[in-house]
């Protein structure tokens, strides 16, 4: 009998999702999916994809739910059962569909300073070859007629994945799940925190999933900054119709062992771009009032924590 997921990483992105679903993958209790973002539940994303590319984006590959819960087919005597997909924090729909599916669930959501949480956003897209601007605040300034339906990359999955200050909207986003579930079925963690010390952030999300938290060992880097080695080539790879073919006729395996390899021949660490002081102290003035509204909702001084007290 095919098990049924019961625990649910919806985001935000770059909060170390990878990092911890790989970490929880490990784990004797756990069994995660072996694909991130199956987008399963977001069902207006997808809906999106299909009206602004005439056909649904590569990315929403499961629509049926008996095609999803083949991602659980080889779990065994797990007590928990996860898969990991960041835009069902942005999902209109995913937090009602996630508890019609499973009432129980549990829910992790990863929060990040929204300024270095949209630069970090901004390089994913450059490598991922969704965004045109390489320049953060051009790629900003760019979202006001992107809202118009101009400017909108052909390569994008949907138009409101660029609708970057959307992104920022925490207190929603966080709200949106607790209509459905319960304080104790989410588990809210700060990203900074996390990076710090991960060993004490994973004691408190194991704990919250009540399974075993001896012997947790991981001190990987967390989201370390990369670009791709060349733009061109990065584009013409990630948007080749190669890549469509074995996307859908390779194993799950076989697909991410091929992902891995082509990532680390296209990308290189490196440090973020700069950006104008200026700039940051007006998007800190912008996200003030979010940021203060986030901290209310989870119990901690989140503008001390992030700057935002000047």
Known sequence: MVKKPN????????????????????????????????????EDLAQESLTFHGRYSQRFKYKEESDYLTLFKNAKNEQIFGESTTSYIFSRKAPHNIYNFNPEAKILIGIREPIDFLRALHIQYLKEGVEVY??????????????????????????????????????????????????????????????????????????????????????????????????????????????????????????????????????KQTKKPPVRKELIEELKKEFKDEVKRTGEIVGKNLEDLWGYNC
């Open 134 to 267: 390489s320049d953060f605040e051009q790629a900003l300034s760019a979202e006001k007629e992107r809202k118009e339906g101009r400017d909108i990359p052909k390569t994008v999955y949907y138009p409101s994945y660029l609708f970057y200050r959307e992104k920022i909207l925490y207190a929603k986003y966080i709200q949106d799940f607790m209509k459905y579930f319960n304080k104790n079925q989410i588990k809210i963690y700060v990203y900074e925190e996390f990076r710090s010390n991960n060993q004490k952030i994973l004691k408190e999300i194991l704990s919250f999933l009540q399974v075993q938290t001896k012997h947790i060992k991981y001190t990987r880097n967390v989201n370390p900054t990369e670009l791709p080695r060349s733009q061109t080539v990065n584009k013409i790879i990630l948007n080749s119709p190669i890549k469509h073919f074995l996307q859908n006729n390779l194993s799950i395996e076989n697909y991410e062992f091929l992902k891995l390899l082509g990532k680390n021949l296209l990308l």
């Open 7 to 42: 625990l649910f990483l919806v985001g935000l992105p770059k909060t170390g999702t990878s990092a911890l679903h790989s970490i929880l993958a490990e784990h004797p209790q756990i069994y995660m999916s072996p694909i991130k973002e199956p987008l399963y539940f977001s």
